[in-house]
């Protein structure tokens, strides 16, 4: 899950890394009070969870109150990648003497974080390490000890950097590799780390993601920054459907029926498992097919469940006709997701022979699921007809979406 | 022969007393020439048994009742628990570990895989199904109760590797349908740091005189493909590869996860056009469809005995 920059700043700082002097404002005024106070030029500083902001006119400068208060009622109102901003960072313009970079990641390969460095701050670290490879320093650490200063002076060591500048950074980049690990981040960075004038060093800016899968053990930061459990904080915002698809899988906990995407084709998917739905998505669009939607069925879920998910894609607008396919199962039952599909066509005062494009489940309790199929008249097939094949197949049915 | 496991691999379930677990003790015990589960731990259960297989509280009263080292564990305790599990079992003398579990953060996961490697053992998964050895052995869920997994395995010359656990039987049924068996099937999770990547589970299978070629199932995100690519350039493989590639859609949707945990393009190297391209290059064929799998095994097979 992503954080906005004022939230990641609060996460540094929370760590003992300093930060420039800033506010978070979510109306002029607000932003007008936070420039009184700083009492010196500002930046405003649009708060989205999509990058390019710069480039969209996110980002102003500001040298009085006033001009703050007329630049965040610019910004407030400014959409950027579909994205409208949740307030404006107001933050002081500090001088820059250097503008460097310190970053952590995962190093899937090594299966260890990894420290970056450089002296290069304020663009693209990956630009930065194509282009100037000699400028970024790496080190990775282990995960079964804590990190410790030195292994941070020797990253920064690495490109060159000494002096008061490399004694002042070090414990700098230590402190974000602790926070990484503390918090369970997938990416903290933070870039600019500016030295000022005066030598020290500040976090203009910072980026962090958290796993998703760590949210119950971070429950307190999440609460002290005020994230609620129903931000799911992904690439884009949930849609209606895709909330409402969420619902389906959350009403009883037995199986998975959900993890619903929207999309804007007219054909709907019930589809699964994991892999099974990324291939046969694929199937389907190799095929000159539209799907209506993403999902996944697994784990064995109830006939409810299936129902639910089947409804949801069936009443979407646009949707002419569903195919029900998943790879082989061993867990889900076939009989079970058969029962579902066929309520769901029912109750909506469908044929189900005439809604289900194609059923491609084949796996445990086959024959069970295959005789109900054949007692509404729709079209199923076994393991011998290829994923791909049984997309095909409904695809051709359907005829392509103009 | 196989890789991993055989018919006289001995282990232990964790979280044997859960549903899930019960269903698959069942399944290990009716595979096959029938798995050694030779005991299970679930903290606070111990005497009673599931489907005959003793329950301890600890690995520790686990292995001292077997009388010897237990080669492996299957663990499926929850995500908050299964860090400790695991260390449990290695620092009882376990070598091999199967995670079953899913949604665990992936700091646990490094501390169970730097653990691992440090007491000399190895960690499939977790959010993995396990290993199967066609008519053989079976540890985990993988191909589901006994009569399902012996629909889609049958021995034979090809090794399996797979992101996907479903995919990793939907693959070895089209192969078995087509008269090319198994040798070893494994399923090695969909999370973004796993215990075993490709390229590790690749000297097993070169070792593994019955095993003639390689398939793996892939998706985007990570960079394990790339590892791989490298791993057979460096190595001059006797093996070829074939590859299916699922998630192609995703390119088009940066950020966004489908599938698995570690299922999500966040960089220029996680697209799946970019995966194909370094597997191409790297000489590993990735077929477009499933289907056609089977007759590239053939020909490369056919191709390498010709040399």
């Known amino acids: 899950m992503r954080f906005f920059e004022y939230e990641s700043r609060q996460i540094v700082a929370k760590a003992g890394i300093p930060v420039s002097r800033h506010g978070f404002a979510t109306t002029p005024e607000e932003a007008r009070r936070i420039a009184e106070e700083i009492a010196g030029p500002v930046v405003i500083k649009s708060q989205v969870l999509t990058g390019g902001r710069m480039k969209a006119g996110g980002v102003k400068f500001a040298d009085t109150p006033d001009e703050a208060a007329e630049h965040a009622a610019f910004v407030l109102q400014l959409e950027i990648n579909g994205h409208m901003p949740r307030g404006v960072l107001v933050d002081s313009r500090v001088s820059v003497k250097q503008e460097y970079y310190a970053g952590v990641v995962w190093d899937g390969i090594r299966k260890q974080p990894v420290m970056l460095f450089s002296d290069m701050g304020g663009i693209d670290i990956e630009e930065v390490a194509e282009t100037h490879p000699d400028h970024v320093g790496r080190g990775w650490f282990s995960n079964l000890t804590d990190v410790s200063d030195y292994q941070a002076k020797q990253v920064i060591a690495s490109i060159g950097v000494t002096g008061a500048a490399l004694t002042r950074a070090t414990p700098i980049l230590t402190r974000l590799a602790q926070l990484f690990v503390e918090r369970d981040m997938t990416l903290a960075e933070i870039n600019p780390l500016a030295q000022l004038e005066d030598g020290s060093f500040v976090a203009v800016d910072a980026h962090m993601d958290m796993e998703n899968e760590a949210r119950p053990r971070q429950k307190q930061l999440l609460k002290e920054l005020g994230v609620g459990d129903e931000e799911t904080r992904q690439a884009r915002e949930a849609t209606p459907f895709e909330l409402a698809g969420e619902a389906v899988d959350a009403a009883s906990h037995r199986g998975v029926a959900g993890n619903v995407t929207e999309f804007d084709g007219n054909l709907g998917l019930v589809i699964g498992a994991g892999g099974g739905s990324l291939t046969l998505f694929d199937a389907v669009r190799a095929h000159g097919g539209k799907p209506a939607n993403y999902c996944e069925i697994g784990g064995n879920p109830s006939v409810e469940k299936a129902c639910g998910l089947a409804k949801l894609v069936l009443q979407k607008p646009g949707v002419d006709k569903i195919a029900v396919m998943m790879s082989i199962v061993s867990n889900t039952r076939v009989d079970i997701v058969a029962r579902g599909v066929i309520k769901a066509c029912v109750e909506l005062g469908y044929d189900p022979g005439e809604k289900i494009a194609i059923f491609r489940i084949p796996g445990a309790w086959e024959d069970e699921g295959f005789k109900i199929l054949e007692r509404y008249g729709v079209e199923y097939c076994d393991r011998s007809v290829s994923m791909h094949e049984a997309a095909r197949r409904a695809v051709e049915k359907i005829g392509v979406a103009a | ?307």
């Open chain 2, 1 to 307: 022969m196989s890789i991993l496991i055989d018919a006289t691999t001995t282990f232990i379930v964790q979280g044997i007393t859960g549903r899930e677990a019960v269903n698959l003790t069942r399944e290990c015990l009716d595979y096959g020439e029938g798995a050694r589960v030779v005991g299970g731990v679930t903290p606070g259960r111990k005497g009673r048994e599931v489907h005959g297989v003793p329950v301890f509280d600890t690995v520790a009263q686990a292995v001292e009742h077997h009388g010897g080292p237990i080669d492996g564990s299957v663990v499926t305790v929850p995500p908050a628990f299964t860090k400790d599990a695991v260390l449990e079992a290695i620092a009882n003398g376990v070598k091999l570990v199967v995670i079953v579990t899913e949604r665990i953060p992936r700091r646990d996961v490094a501390v169970m895989v730097e653990f691992a490697r440090q007491h000399d053992a190895r960690i499939i998964g977790p959010n993995c199904l396990g290993i199967i050895v066609p008519d053989v052995i079976k540890m985990g869920g993988i191909g589901g109760p006994a009569r399902d997994a012996a629909k889609a395995y049958t021995p034979g010359p090809v090794g399996v590797i797979s992101r996907s656990g479903g995919m990793t039987t939907e693959m070895s049924s089209t192969l078995s349908a087509a008269g090319l068996g198994q040798s070893t099937a494994v399923s090695i999770g969909g999370d973004a740091i796993i215990g075993s990547s490709y390229a590790e589970l690749m000297p097993l299978f070169e070792a593994d005189e019955q095993t003639q070629a390689i398939v793996i199932y892939t998706e985007p995100g990570g960079r394990m493909e790339a590892e791989l690519a490298a791993w057979v350039t460096e190595h001059d493989s006797r093996l070829p590869i074939v590859a299916f590639m699922a998630g192609r859609f995703m390119d088009e949707m940066p950020g966004m996860s489908f599938g698995h945990a570690g299922t999500i393009v966040e960089g220029k190297a996680d697209t799946a056009a970019e995966k194909i391209a370094r597997l191409a290059e790297a000489g590993i064929v990735v077929a477009e469809e499933i289907s056609q799998i089977p007759e590239i095994v053939k020909s490369k097979i056919a191709e390498r005995s010709a040399v």
